[in-house]
């Protein structure tokens, strides 16, 4: 069955420290994954999708297959980043599946 | 600007009331979303709707049901509410698979 699965429920680094925020999936198929992002009093949105390759606010996502990974990095986290974050798993024509997300805590 | 726009930011019910959540998106999306938000349980499907009229079962329906009569809004019904249905429900849009999904600003519901 799909899983994702973020094993950190908190994570806590001091500013400019690296942050990775860990990620990883089980779907027999090519997977499509994402991280979302949830700043305090804000909606959730949409970080960044693999397929894109880009990086967001210095976040940068590499899809390891091998390692069924999606792992979230930062080299030099900042207070700002402090938010819940969550990775999913798209598949089928609809479906989203959402790790139980990470709360990330930047301390100065 | 995509917009989903839920009704009520809080609302506080009785337990066995009937409760009505809406949602409203103005990107002309196919697909609408109901989860639920609880800490460490990430977040939950409980019902999704991909065309007009049309709806499947998430994860945990149980004591939920939908409506879409119009593209745009996507309603969630709790039946008759109780205290484990107390959470933040998310309702999202999206346009076809695969693509980002837009998120609302979300409902906490509290039933006492």
């Known amino acids: 069955a799909q899983r994702v699965t973020q094993p950190e429920k908190l994570l806590s680094v001091f500013k400019g420290a690296p942050v990775e925020l860990k990620c990883n999936y089980s779907y027999s198929g090519s997977p499509e994954l994402f991280w979302y992002v949830q700043y305090s009093r804000q909606r959730l949105q949409l970080l960044l999708r693999h397929i894109s390759r880009e990086s967001i606010k210095g976040f940068t996502a590499d899809l390891n297959k091998g390692e069924t990974s999606f792992h979230l990095k930062k080299p030099f986290a900042q207070e700002e980043d402090s938010a819940m974050y969550y990775c999913?798993?798209?598949?089928?024509?609809?479906?989203?599946?959402w790790g139980a997300g990470t709360k990330l805590i930047i301390k100065p | 600007d995509v917009k989903v726009t839920q009704s009520s930011r809080y609302l506080v019910k009785r337990t066995g009331e009937k409760v009505f959540l809406e949602c409203v998106q103005d990107m002309d999306h196919e697909n609408m979303f109901w989860y639920r938000q609880d800490p460490g349980l990430g977040l939950r499907l409980i019902y999704f709707?991909?065309?007009?009229?049309?709806?499947e079962k998430g994860d945990i329906p149980e004591g939920y049901s939908v409506s879409r009569e119009k593209k745009e809004r996507f309603s969630l019904i709790l039946e008759s509410a109780s205290t484990n249905q107390t959470s933040m429900y998310l309702c999202?849009?999206?346009?076809?698979?695969?693509?980002?999904?837009?998120f609302g600003q979300g409902t906490r519901l509290t039933v006492v």
């Open positions: 999202a849009s999206s346009p076809p698979p695969g693509t980002e999904a837009f």
């Open positions: 709707s991909y065309d007009v009229k049309m709806k």
């Open positions: 999913a798993l798209s598949w089928g024509n609809y479906q989203l599946i």
